[in-house]
């Protein structure tokens, strides 16, 4: 499709396509790191949230301040910072979920001179009607905090609009979602991931009309012959490889759905539009799918995995987990368990920002998919 | 190292530490009291080293550490054997080490005291990572028993208001999961003697650690790691107060004969993070053999470190802020405070720093807390690469080279 390539050049330029926007629109941007960020309030606030991703470059500066058994999302973002690869920034904002992200935000805080910092210290368990009065506290404190450091004022009726807005791009990820996992010949995996990735890069507005655009015209588009792929499942932090679906693809298998901070977690859940919107950003950062660094029951991950599993038959599902990430290696056995009782086969994949070779990855996935049946 | 350095001194020996022999046997009948509760109609509760354990003591409950725990595993050497076992069971091998040889252990009754005694329910307080939540979480569906979460938010420059009406509110609701829990009413006039002991002996530990700042230091960190058992698991008892007052008594005395736990100590240091369980004696005679006394560590220091936020007369609305503004719970600058606040008070010529795999909230930042203690009061550092449990994660040669290097440094700067 014709259309997608402009979501490929948002993500394959991402700090450029954030330079241009601060051209051209004159606004500031803040960086985050997490699907915890109440993007909303931030977009409300006539600010551009802009989602941090590692980094492809060699690390030469954040060995300084971080340990190599600390992730390379952490890593690499700290890098990028540290070479001056994002002196657009304005700022950043840290939501608390695991260590190595908390630790993160006191390093960046130390090193750089950004002239926003803000910690958003969410609450671990989601699971109690006081956790949930926290977290509205939490989300009123994070405006307050842009209000006075950047001295502006965010009404409600500029976050309902935000919140109209993000729920028209979760909105069409959905679907865009639902319609691959009804007819995974539909669209190619990568260009799944630059549409999700892309929604969190580009402004908003543009975003959510593309976006729903691009829904809207895969809803009408018949599928280019029958797919015969295996149907997998991703599980996992975040996956920021465009490879992983073209080698998944090329082995003989299709990602109909996923459960990752950068894809199903991201935009399930809508936020409510009507009634207090603070309240509402609270309910939906409460009941939404549950991060492993987060908890809503000691089951909650396992019980979703395979919600996940048997509502999109998938064949297989593939753990792509990022290196020294602590709070998703904890969950691993107890989902695998939990799939392997309902029959569904897994694997575990430990990925860092580098990949390993192609052949490497073929090999393994491809072992993996010629078993399922 | 010569190996005449590392032959036991009968100097030495007569200025063992006396209390030692106490303090095995208050541990040996607190892990059989523990491993009897059952029988004796007790409930066991598993709760983490930096969780608010006082209203356990009050209801009658027997708190079991499975840091504690981690920590004898690692002492005798039992922890690579556990560690694979998690590992075969599906754990990374880049997680905890506690957590890993404590969630083995539990399915062999495995390490040196045949498994922890089964827990009726868990107790997780956040406040020293995030990692606990993870754990426990694994040892509640293991277990099958109710998991109560005490969710301490991350303090990086401020406590917030938000935070300490959220906290405020937890206490309430943990005293209400244990009153189902354990199936009976909490007694506050009881919480005000547990509340009184567990100050009483917070503050006993504090001048336990303070005797250090003699010259000789009586004791070593070396020494700390060791008596910490109590501070950790029988706070808020008198058999706390009781040990502590003998030990600091014992401390005092042997300050006043000169009595240093390095013989000639001439170099003084300061020890940061978990101890490297399987090397604490390595180490202690690597640096001893160097005329060093590791007189100070921030780790120890953590169960007496908010004794300022702690009331008396009201130890259940202090422990808000007492439980909360801990140590690991604080940003970088905020620990690199109170690392300076150390260095004066024990007056230290240098710092070591265990990086430990294990613990992402003590290790991620101290290469800044390092270079900010370079810059600003010059005093050298030593970056140790270990891990508290895991000995696959130790290198000796490398190690010993670098502590050869380090004291090279010290001794040129003090002569």
């Known amino acids: 499709m014709n259309t997608i390539r402009q979501f490929h050049d948002v993500i394959n330029d991402s700090d450029g396509y954030a330079r241009r926007l601060k051209n051209d629109s004159g606004k500031k941007i803040l960086g985050y790191f997490c699907s915890y960020t109440p993007e909303e309030i931030i977009h409300a606030a006539g600010i551009h949230p802009l989602r941090l991703f590692g980094t492809r470059s060699a690390i030469a500066h954040a060995d300084a301040h971080l340990q190599a058994y600390s992730c390379s999302l952490v890593r690499g973002v700290l890098e990028e910072a540290l070479a001056g690869r994002l002196e657009f920034l304005d700022g950043a904002v840290f939501p608390h979920t695991c260590d190595s992200i908390q630790r993160l935000s006191d390093i960046w805080r130390l090193n750089l001179k950004f002239s926003f910092h803000s910690d958003v210290v969410l609450p671990v368990k989601l699971d109690t009607s006081s956790a949930r009065q926290y977290m509205g506290d939490v989300l009123r404190k994070f405006k307050r905090e842009l209000e006075m450091d950047l001295g502006l004022s965010i009404t409600d009726a500029q976050l309902s609009k935000s919140i109209k807005t993000f729920n028209t791009i979760k909105r069409a990820l959905g679907k865009i979602y639902r319609l691959r996992s009804a007819n995974p010949g539909l669209i190619a995996g990568a260009d799944v991931y630059a549409l999700v990735k892309s929604a969190m890069i580009m402004d908003r507005a543009d975003a959510a009309e593309k976006l729903t655009a691009v829904a809207d015209q895969l809803e009408k588009t018949k599928a280019a012959g029958a797919d015969s792929g295996k149907r997998i499942v991703l599980s996992g932090g975040l996956c920021d490889h465009a490879d992983i679906y073209s080698i998944i693809e090329k082995s003989g298998g299709a990602v109909v759905w996923d459960d990752l901070c950068t894809g199903s977690r991201y935009f399930e859940g809508l936020v409510s539009e009507g009634g207090d919107p603070i309240e509402a950003l609270a309910d939906r950062f409460t009941e939404r799918v549950v991060c492993p660094a987060k908890h809503s029951s000691i089951t909650a991950r396992g019980d979703g995995i395979v919600g996940i599993a048997k509502e999109h038959r998938a064949s297989g599902v593939i753990f792509l987990l990022l290196k020294f990430c602590d709070p998703h290696s904890f969950d691993y056995p107890y989902m695998k368990e939990m799939l392997d009782r309902e029959g569904v086969p897994s694997m575990l994949m430990e990925i860092e920002q580098d990949l390993p070779s192609e052949g490497q990855l073929s090999t393994r996935f491809e072992a993996f998919i010629e078993m399922l049946r | ?415």
């Open chain 2, 1 to 415: 190292m010569s190996e005449e350095h590392l032959k036991k001194d009968p100097e030495k020996e007569k200025m063992k530490v006396k209390s030692i022999k106490k303090m095995k046997e208050i541990m040996t009948a607190y892990y059989i009291d523990a491993k009897t509760a059952a029988q004796n109609g007790k409930k066991v509760a598993w709760i983490t080293s930096g969780g608010p354990v006082e209203p356990l003591i009050v209801m009658d409950a027997i708190p079991v550490y499975p840091e504690n725990h981690g920590a004898m595993i690692g002492a005798s050497k039992m922890g690579v054997d556990l560690c694979e076992k998690a590992e075969d069971m599906g754990y990374c091998r880049d997680i905890c080490s506690y957590a890993r040889s404590d969630i083995a252990a539990s399915t062999v009754n495995g390490g040196p005291i045949g498994g922890l005694p089964a827990p009726d329910f868990l107790v997780c307080c956040n406040n020293i990572c995030g990692t606990v939540l993870k754990w426990y979480e694994v040892q509640a569906r293991y277990y099958k028993v109710p998991l109560f979460i005490f969710d301490t938010p991350f303090c990086h420059t401020e406590f917030s208001s938000e935070a300490r009406k959220y906290v405020r509110s937890q206490i309430d609701e943990y005293i209400k999961f244990l009153e189902v829990v354990c199936g009976k009413k909490f007694d506050m006039d009881k919480m005000k003697e547990v509340g009184r002991l567990s100050l009483q002996g917070q503050r006993l530990w504090q001048d336990v650690l303070d005797t250090t700042m003699n010259k000789p230091a009586p004791m070593s960190a070396f020494d700390a790691f060791f008596h910490l058992a109590l501070i950790v698991t029988l706070r808020g008892t008198q058999t706390a107060v009781d040990y502590y007052t003998m030990l600091l008594e014992e401390m005092k005395e042997r300050a006043a004969q000169k009595i240093g736990a390095v013989p000639n100590e001439r170099y003084r240091l300061l020890w940061d993070n978990l101890p490297v369980w399987f090397k604490t004696k390595w180490l202690s005679d690597k640096f001893a053999s160097y005329d060093a006394c590791l007189v100070a560590d921030t780790y120890t220091s953590a169960w007496c470190g908010s004794l300022e936020y702690l009331d008396e007369n009201d130890f259940l609305g202090s422990m808000v802020e007492g439980y909360t503004r801990i140590y690991l719970n604080i940003g970088v600058d905020e620990m690199l405070k109170i690392i300076k606040k150390m260095i004066k008070k024990y007056d230290v010529d240098g710092i070591v720093m265990h990086s430990n795999r294990s613990c992402k909230p003590y290790s991620l930042g101290q290469y800044d807390i390092m270079k900010s203690l370079q810059r600003d009061t010059g005093l050298p550092s030593l970056m140790i690469e270990a891990d508290m449990v895991d000995e696959r994660a130790w290198s000796e040669s490398q190690i010993e080279t670098r502590i050869d290097a380090f004291m090279e440094i010290i001794k040129q700067k003090k002569g």
